[in-house]
């Protein structure tokens, strides 16, 4: 492709014509349909330019000097005269016009297509001069497929666009649109019925979908990451602004919620500690409905939305009820945490396995045995660890971890608020006071432990 299709913006811009015969009538013609203002170079002009000049759409200058060629954003030439073409090329372009010469492709920036015009629809062919006659059949064929009054089909569409954004939720107007321009209004349409096409076009607007559509829901857990907007992934960014109703935690920052769409509608349903006004089984049911009535639901959760976020739940319940799921994968806490200590999270020679792990259970099970998690040359990272650290201090000592293993906590990871504070298990307590949720608390088990006071459990324990 050595020539590149474009739609330019014509309207009001100079077009300069060369030329006072039939050849340039017909540039006149097409660049007026484009609403370009017109400048004639001829010192004649035959009775259809006149007129144009006469009636004001077309001003006429005699002399071909480079000052006529001055701020045209297209230039015509056609005189009908080989030389004169030759010539007048050489003027346009050294006044640094876009020219093109009728019929002298070899002297042409740009070349006009085939058209088949059904304004503003309009196709454009072209074959860069390899075969003109096949570029006639194809537009013949695109005129016999094309009924003549689409275009002010599509204006209507055009007229309405804004009235469909408003009544028709995001998630099933592409099918509105497709049954729009391949149903019962094209026909009618196309028939000249153009009244009743626009009447079942308003009607199902106020319908708020096309007649039928089984708009299918969906839900998308997504990923916020650890709150740090440019953390969350493209995909993320992309499902929160196709959304039609969110629903978020009280973990996802505010920042990441402004990337939705903004006539997406937000559902806190996050828990305080302790209080229970939002019960899981009542999420579960809230998005499922929400994506049987055919809408596109966000379950925006913080970091990874596959880790200790009830996610399997959500996926259950959706499952059972039919509807299709996706999990869109985040950055979790323990990946923000070791960015924000600038140190990895698994280290050659030191430490070769990584531990995600809650540091709570539900409420009525016992808390999770940290002291049967640790391993030599393990990294251990507790999520929801905060209140549990003295016990965790007491269960790892005693279990005969040494004094100085060390341990690490980063509260609000990634976030303008995030804190760091690094200490040594002996000492966890004191070193980690103040660390509040929420945080990661990471441990570092050495690999060969000295000193050690009691047996440590077996790898295969
Ligand atoms: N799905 C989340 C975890 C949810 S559980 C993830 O993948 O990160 C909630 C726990 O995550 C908190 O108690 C805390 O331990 C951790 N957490 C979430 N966001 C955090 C952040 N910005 N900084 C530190 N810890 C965070």
């Not at 073409?85 to 006009?112: I, S, W």
């Not at 929400?290 to 639901?297: D, E, F, I, S, T």
Request: charged share 25%.
């Amino acid at each position: 492709m050595k020539t590149f299709p474009m739609f330019l913006q014509m309207a009001d811009r100079l077009v300069v014509i060369a030329g006072g015969g039939e050849q340039a009538a017909q540039k006149a013609r097409l660049m007026l349909k484009a609403e370009a203002r017109l400048r004639l170079i001829a010192a004649a002009l035959d009775p259809e330019l006149a007129g144009l000049v006469a009636s004001g759409r077309a001003e006429q200058v005699t002399e071909a000097s480079a000052e006529a060629f001055t701020g045209a954003a297209l230039v015509f030439i056609a005189t009908g005269d080989e030389e004169q073409d030759v010539a007048l090329h050489a003027v346009a372009k050294a006044a640094g016009c876009v020219v093109n010469v009728v019929d002298r492709p070899e002297l042409c920036d740009a070349v006009t297509p085939s058209i088949v015009d059904r304004d503003p629809v309009v196709v454009a062919i072209g074959t860069e001069g390899t075969a003109p006659v096949l570029g006639r059949q194809i537009k013949t064929q695109i005129e016999q497929m094309l009924e003549p009054n689409l275009g002010a089909l599509a204006a209507l569409a055009g007229r309405l666009r804004s009235a469909v954004a408003e009544a028709v939720p995001h998630a099933r107007r592409r099918a509105l649109w497709d049954w729009v321009f391949a149903g019962p209004i094209r026909d009618a349409h196309a028939r000249g019925k153009e009244r009743e096409a626009a009447s079942l076009l308003k009607a199902a607007i106020a319908e708020g979908q096309a007649p039928g559509d089984q708009a299918r829901g969906h839900i998308s857990l997504v990923g916020a990451g650890p709150g740090a907007r440019d953390l969350m992934t493209l995909r993320a960014v992309k499902r929160l602004q196709e959304a039609d109703v969110i629903f978020y935690d009280r973990l996802v920052d505010p920042e990441v919620l402004e990337l939705a769409r903004r006539d997406a509608q937000r559902i806190y349903v996050g828990k305080t500690v302790g209080a229970h006004e939002w019960p899981q089984e009542k999420i579960d049911a809230l998005i499922v409905s929400a994506a049987r009535q055919g809408q596109r639901v966000v379950r925006l959760k913080s970091g990874d939305p596959s880790l200790f976020g009830r996610a399997e739940e959500e996926l259950r319940a959706a499952r059972e009820a039919g509807i299709e799921t996706e999990i869109v994968p985040g950055v979790t806490a323990a990946s923000a945490a070791a960015a924000s200590l600038n140190r990895a999270l698994t280290e050659r020679g030191a430490t070769d396995h990584l531990i995600l792990a809650t540091a709570t259970k539900r409420d009525d099970a016992d808390a999770p045995d940290i002291a049967a998690l640790a391993r030599p040359g393990a990294t251990l990272a507790l999520y929801m660890a905060t209140r549990q650290i003295p016990r965790i201090e007491a269960d790892l000592m005693a279990a005969g971890w040494p004094h100085d293993t060390e341990v690490e906590a980063v509260a609000n990871a990634s976030q303008a608020s995030e804190k760091i504070v690094t200490g040594r298990l002996g000492t966890m307590s004191r070193d980690l006071e103040g660390v509040t949720h929420p945080a990661i608390i990471l441990i570092r088990f050495p690999m060969h432990p000295v000193a050690v006071a009691a047996p440590i459990p077996a790898l295969t324990a």
